[in-house]
């Protein structure tokens, strides 16, 4: 066809082999989701780990402060006659002129409960064993177990058994000389934590939880949490040895808030530590939560998941590109009267980034 040909052929070749996309395939995918990432308050301070992220098959929770608040609350409230309200308010009334830390959570119950307290006359501590006060003329007392073992009173009834062997804290309402309700209290479950293993669970990840606690504490934990598996009574020395030995199984995230937790985040495939804990546990880790949010350690490794399935995407394209656009450009079917002008090139070529660069911003959606 002669020398034009020849070069027109050329011309297109190098017009259609510039490698903008692919070149483009990995950066523009990187940079949207460190940016998206960072918008939803997931700091990423090891792009490499982050990455791993998408291999993980296991994730392990902290209990104290990660999965759980850190601080008492009331889970269960136990009426013997009358109504559950009556025995949180009278007890919130007398507890409210204690500064122990249980007294503090029987108070916030009764707030969040919207009842008003009632004017307590004559308070006073009784060390080692609860407080007490008088309501309207009549002695209220709210009182530990040993209490009740001393003056020979039953522990309420068949209820707060199965409460104790949960590892909570059991305190007892009893008004004059009767018992009348009694109050359970624990470490209480962060609302968005069950929602957190779900999603983890969906992605196929198993969820498992280390604790310093006993052994009763952490089986109630995690069996309202619906987790796989658990340790208990892990002293903080151990932390990182047991992440070693889960590691033997599996690909693991380590999630945790304490100076205790660090050690175990450093040796984890993926240390992830939330922004309310420690700067130590911050400095240790892979991917920092900037909210105190478990849901955000699923979101970590949704994110990474999808990043990766976009780079995979983009490569695809630009290649397969390449590789089809190439030989037309080439004039490999100009017998079938196909032929690629170098203006078509470069509309093609320019196309071909565009659509990286859309599949890329893609990860917002």
Request: hydrophobic share 50%; proline share 4%; charged share 20%.
């Amino acid at each position: 066809e002669g020398t034009g040909f020849a070069v027109e052929r050329a011309a297109t070749v190098m017009v259609i082999a510039c490698p903008h996309a692919l070149g483009l395939a990995v950066p523009l995918v990187v940079a949207v989701s460190t940016a998206l990432a960072a918008h939803s308050g997931l700091l990423i301070r090891d792009r490499a780990a982050f990455e791993r992220a998408k291999d993980l098959e296991a994730v392990v929770f902290d209990k104290t402060g990660t999965l759980t608040t850190g601080t008492f609350g009331v889970t269960d409230v136990l009426a013997f006659g009358g109504a559950e309200a009556d025995v949180v308010r009278a007890a919130a009334s007398v507890e409210a002129h204690s500064e122990h830390p249980l007294a503090r959570a029987v108070v916030r119950s009764a707030e969040e409960r919207g009842l008003s307290l009632l004017p307590v006359a004559g308070f006073r501590a009784l060390p080692g064993k609860g407080v007490e006060g008088s309501i309207g003329g009549r002695r209220v007392s709210v009182v530990g177990p040993g209490y009740l073992a001393e003056r020979g009173m039953a522990a309420g009834d068949e209820r707060v058994g199965p409460l104790r062997r949960q590892g909570k804290t059991v305190v007892f309402l009893i008004e004059g000389d009767r018992l009348t309700g009694a109050l359970a209290l624990a470490d209480i479950i962060r609302p968005e934590s069950g929602e957190a293993i779900r999603r983890l669970k969906g992605m196929g990840i198993r969820c498992m939880m280390l604790t310093g606690d006993h052994h009763d504490v952490a089986a109630w934990v995690a069996g309202e949490l619906g987790l796989d598996e658990f340790f208990a009574g892990v002293l903080p020395h151990e932390k990182a040895a047991k992440i070693r030995e889960i590691r033997r199984r599996y690909r693991v995230a380590m999630v945790g808030d304490g100076i205790n937790d660090a050690p175990a985040l450093v040796e984890a495939d993926l240390g992830i530590a939330i922004g309310a804990g420690t700067d130590v546990a911050v400095e240790s880790a892979d991917i920092v939560l900037v909210r105190s949010d478990p849901r955000d350690a699923a979101a970590i490794i949704d994110l990474a998941k999808k990043t990766y399935r976009k780079m995979v995407e983009n490569l695809l394209w630009a290649t397969g590109y390449n590789a089809v656009a190439i030989p037309l450009a080439a004039g490999v079917l100009f017998g079938a009267g196909i032929v690629l002008t170098p203006a078509a090139g470069a509309v093609l070529m320019s196309a071909s980034t565009v659509i990286v660069a859309v599949n890329a911003r893609m990860l917002r959606v």
